[in-house]
């Protein structure tokens, strides 16, 4: 589509109606602006708007949509494909809109937007409280929760989507409203996995967790004992009583502590374990599985679950290149795990991984259409994720993950976590929703008939009647 003009005066006006900033490409800090947390994406936006509050978010969505621009929601900017920001568009960045408010005698938190979940995190932790969310506290919270939301707490207390009580949401058509069980439920519904194709977001509310202590953190072993661990592990799991959550890794030993010399740089795999059962029961717990075979490293332990939820963020800072392809996986069968264990041993970078996320526990109680979510049944949620500093090497990362996902991909379920793919098409979106999808499409009609909101894994609206 051709880029629409853009008058000075209209771009001044939005400026004047705005009380966050409108950062242009003559802007000194354009360049930084228009950074997202994937350093491969280079995308160069018309205008970023710094919305500070909902009066901002309405604006911004009402000039977008008069002057006929391209619109981009970002929140954490954390999308590997690149979906918080596009070419020419009017970017809104929802950075701004930060806080946090803890309700502890209704056991909620309602967020703003522009918040990430290290801040959630330390809201909530103040009190006593979390919220599920993923692995890494820097991602941001709107992005992750539409897409459903899978993380340590994930067999516990459900996805994060599962966990939403009401959403704050700003329409195409610039109307503000409130989602949730009793208000535009079906709005509600498709917020639920059905990612940023419905409105922007400005606030969450979620259903807070008496959990502050973890005891939980990473157990290593040879790569030589891959297939034999994951044999293990995916017996193991399914049937784990809920308050046990384990992902499996394939990683290269960070050059640092706490990591002993010894085993730096060195490919191996392992479990990423989060118990919420109380010290002693999760001692018990864990006996048998430090009893099926001794652990090149054990650092599962106590500690407090913000820093379980950013122990690794220092590995992953903003900058870094990242590509992934991903699939939901019913079973792990042992033709599967042959293929896992020979992609394991060639990681392209220190920074290259495979994880198995399981979704089975509480998430997998959620009936299939209870949320736009719908693989309730696949027991894992599996991300083949190459990752490197130097753009020098992003065809052998990238090659790599392609081929480990076509080798896997036909021993999968058919569709992927649309938070962990990149821009796949149609297709793919449609696999992920499975028979969700319809009824995506209707409320995709409802609210969205003209497809304004389509940098997204997109949902094409029924047709105008
Ligand atoms: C290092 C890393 C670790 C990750 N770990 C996990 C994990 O453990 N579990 C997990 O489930 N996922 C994980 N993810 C994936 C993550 O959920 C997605 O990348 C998600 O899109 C990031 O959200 P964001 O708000 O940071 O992204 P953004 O790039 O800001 O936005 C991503 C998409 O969401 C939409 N969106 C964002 N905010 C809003 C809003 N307020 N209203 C409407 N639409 C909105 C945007 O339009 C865009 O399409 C991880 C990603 C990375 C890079």
């Given at each position: 589509?051709?880029t629409?003009?853009l008058?000075?005066?209209?771009?001044?006006q939005?400026k004047?109606t705005?009380r966050?900033?409108?950062?242009?490409?003559?802007?000194?800090?354009y360049?930084?602006?228009?950074?997202?947390?994937?350093?491969m994406?280079?995308?160069?936006p018309?205008?970023?708007?710094?919305?500070?509050?909902?009066?901002?978010?309405?604006?911004?969505?009402?000039?977008?949509?008069e002057n006929t621009l391209l619109l981009?929601i970002?929140?954490?900017?954390h999308?590997a494909?690149?979906?918080?920001?596009?070419?020419d568009?009017?970017?809104?960045?929802l950075?701004?809109?930060?806080?946090?408010?803890?309700?502890?005698?209704a056991?909620?938190v309602?967020?703003g937007s522009?918040?990430?979940?290290?801040?959630?995190?330390?809201a909530?932790?103040?009190f006593?409280f979390?919220v599920?969310?993923?692995?890494?506290?820097?991602?941001?919270?709107?992005?992750?929760?539409?897409?459903g939301?899978?993380?340590?707490?994930t067999?516990?207390?459900?996805?994060?989507?599962?966990?939403?009580?009401?959403a704050?949401?700003?329409?195409a058509?610039g109307?503000?409203v409130?989602?949730?069980?009793?208000?535009?439920?079906d709005l509600?519904?498709a917020l639920r996995?059905g990612?940023?194709?419905?409105?922007?977001?400005?606030?969450?509310?979620?259903?807070?967790?008496?959990i502050?202590?973890?005891y939980g953190?990473?157990?290593?072993?040879?790569?030589?004992?891959?297939a034999?661990?994951?044999k293990?592990y995916?017996?193991l799991?399914p049937?784990?009583p809920?308050?046990?959550?384990?992902?499996?890794a394939?990683?290269?030993v960070?050059?640092a502590?706490?990591?002993?010399?010894?085993?730096?740089?060195k490919?191996?795999?392992g479990?990423v374990w989060?118990c919420?059962?109380?010290q002693?029961?999760?001692?018990?717990?864990?006996k048998?599985?430090?009893?099926?075979k001794?652990?090149a490293?054990?650092?599962v332990g106590l500690l407090?679950?913000?820093?379980?939820?950013?122990m690794?963020?220092a590995?992953y800072p903003p900058g870094?290149?990242?590509?992934w392809?991903?699939?939901?996986?019913?079973?792990?069968?042992?033709n599967?795990?042959?293929e896992?264990?020979?992609?394991?041993?060639?990681?392209?970078?220190?920074?290259?991984?495979?994880?198995?996320?399981?979704i089975n526990g509480?998430?997998?109680?959620v009936?299939k259409?209870?949320?736009?979510?719908?693989?309730?049944?696949a027991?894992?949620a599996q991300v083949?994720v190459?990752?490197?500093p130097d753009?020098?090497n992003?065809?052998?990362t990238i090659?790599?993950t392609?081929?480990?996902?076509?080798a896997l991909?036909?021993?999968?379920?058919?569709?992927a976590?649309?938070n962990f793919?990149?821009?796949?098409?149609e297709?793919?979106v449609?696999?992920t929703?499975?028979?969700?999808y319809e009824r995506?499409?209707?409320?995709?009609?409802?609210?969205?008939?003209?497809?304004?909101?389509r940098?997204?894994?997109?949902?094409?609206?029924?047709?105008?009647?």
């Open positions: 589509m051709p629409p003009k008058d000075d005066n209209s771009t001044q939005l004047a705005l966050g900033r409108i950062i242009e490409p003559t802007d000194k800090d360049d930084d602006a228009r950074k997202v947390y994937n350093a994406i280079d995308k160069k018309r205008l970023i708007a710094r919305c500070v509050d909902v009066a901002d978010v309405i604006a911004s969505v009402n000039f977008a949509r981009a970002r929140s954490g900017g999308n494909g690149g979906l918080g920001i596009a070419d568009a009017l970017v809104i960045d950075a701004p809109i930060k806080y946090t408010r803890v309700d502890p005698a056991r909620t309602t967020v522009g918040c990430t979940w290290g801040d959630v995190d330390h909530t932790h103040g006593g979390a599920p969310s993923g692995i890494i506290s820097t991602t941001g919270v709107g992005g992750l929760t539409l897409g939301g899978i993380g340590h707490l067999r516990k207390c459900g996805l994060t989507i599962d966990n939403l009580l009401s704050d949401v700003v329409l058509d109307k503000f409130r989602a949730g069980a009793d208000e535009n439920s509600f519904w996995g990612g940023g194709n419905f409105g922007v977001v400005t606030a969450f509310t979620f259903k807070l967790h008496k502050d202590i973890i953190g990473p157990m290593l072993y040879e790569l030589s004992e891959a034999e661990v994951i293990w995916r017996e799991i049937g784990a809920d308050d046990l959550n384990g992902f499996f394939f990683m290269t960070p050059p502590p706490p990591f002993p010399e010894n085993l730096h740089l490919k191996m795999c479990v989060a919420t059962a109380p002693s029961k999760a001692e018990e717990m864990f048998p599985i430090r009893a099926f001794k652990p490293l054990d650092l407090p679950q913000p820093a379980l939820q950013s690794f963020d590995l870094l290149q990242w590509y392809r991903a699939d939901f996986v019913n079973e792990l069968s042992d599967a795990i042959a896992h264990v020979r992609f394991g041993y060639a990681l392209p970078s220190m920074h290259s991984t495979m994880h198995l996320y399981p509480a998430a997998s109680r009936g259409h209870e949320t736009a979510w719908n693989y309730r049944n027991n894992w083949m190459g990752v490197d753009p020098a992003n065809e052998k090659s790599w392609k081929n480990y996902y076509d991909h036909p021993y999968s379920a058919g569709g976590y649309v793919m990149m821009d796949e098409g297709d793919r449609k696999a929703y499975g028979d969700n995506l499409v209707a409320i995709k009609g409802k609210y969205d008939p003209d497809n304004f909101f940098v997204n894994q997109n949902i094409k609206p029924a047709k105008k009647s």
